[in-house]
């Protein structure tokens, strides 16, 4: 069975249809003004509704905003205590 790990969570406009669009932490360069990990993500489910809430109160992107969780492979990205720093 293949195993996966959350990377993290954003949060993602959609003005137009179905299809999410931009992340204001990385379109907007929001990443400097909030706490993100080095793949330009909050760290946990909370911490990024507050960032969602923040965002949505600047209208850094037209349209709601939705949470989304990242999830990769984990073999294809190594873990925390693995990577050199």
Known sequence: MDEYR???CDAVSRSTG???ECSPLSCNT???DFPVNKYCLAD???DEIEMALAF???QAEP????VIEAWVKGARIPQPSAVSG
């Open 6 to 8: 959350m990377i993290g």
């Open 18 to 20: 179905f299809n999410f």
């Open 30 to 32: 929001l990443a400097a």
């Open 44 to 46: 946990t489910l909370p």
């Open 56 to 58: 949505s109160k600047e």
């Open 63 to 66: 349209g709601p905003y939705f």
